[in-house]
């Protein structure tokens, strides 16, 4: 099994709503904010080779959006999710499976383009399964008011429409492996109706996709929920009980939104789990 880091693109995103109830003066801290109160954002979407098999988890938000959509997200640099594979080596028909944490546009939103003719829309991965689960694809695809905006069904739909929607095992409790993919899945519900955080094991390391369960290092403290959670009191427990187990298993944890630490471990303090190390993504792949 190889592992590749994918860049799907960076934005920024208001520090206020991304640590909720968590004050200015101690979140900027670890995540500095410009003139607009906007911090810096990532879309770290990562590449499992595995025999003839090629898993990509999230896709970050894509490119068919207008530039009004992209004018509230401030995009910079360079990195778009196809350049990114091509510099892999590797093409977007080459992947077999797209495995999608949740259906949030920030997440999905690189499934889909539109055609040359702009009349249609389109997988970007023709070949691939997509990967989701029942009860979360019907907590998007029937969206709450609060999440609405974030359950685009430009980004959703034509997964289905398309023939290439599948879905993971329902779960039988907070934990599953899964025979269909390469890892096990943890599903967790403070964020969003069961989001799936991927548990890879990789050489000798179990390496998990955080998602939004933790979506930077700047997070770990349990309070610091963002304002997008919609159980926030949930995510606190679900936080709480992972990251405890991390820090006795030594996990090493995928940041895919931390622009600037792509991968952490935690540790056991007086304070509760904190940041253990940082690591660059080629000292751990």
Known sequence: MTIHAIDAGSFKLD????????????????????????????ARCLLIENGDRLTLIDTGMGDKQ?????????????????????????????ITDVFLTHLHFDHSGGCIKWSKDGKS???????????????????????????????????????QESGQLQFVDKPTSAFSATSALDFGILFVDGHTDKQMIPHIQHK??????????LPTAGHLPLPYVM??????????????????????????LWLEHDAHNPIITVEHTEKGVRLKDTFKIEDVL
């Open 15 to 42: 520090g206020g709503a991304m640590f909720g109830v968590v004050p200015k003066t101690l979140w900027i801290r670890t995540n500095p904010a410009d003139t607009n109160n906007m911090i810096d954002i990532g």
């Open 66 to 94: 207008s530039d009004k959509f992209f004018s509230y997200y401030h995009p910079w640099g360079d990195a778009t999710l196809e350049k990114s594979l091509l510099q892999k080596g590797f093409h977007p028909n080459d």
């Open 121 to 159: 829309l389109l997988p970007v991965f023709k070949n691939a399964t997509y990967w989701s689960n029942q009860d979360h694809w019907e907590w998007a695809t029937k969206p709450n008011a609060r999440e609405k905006a974030s359950f685009l069904k430009e980004n959703i739909l034509p997964i």
């Open 204 to 213: 000798d390391k179990t390496l998990v996709f955080m998602a939004d369960l």
């Open 227 to 252: 304002g997008f959670d919609t159980r926030p009191l949930l995510t606190l427990g679900e936080k709480d009980s992972f990251l405890n187990e991390a820090a006795d298993k030594n996990y090493y």
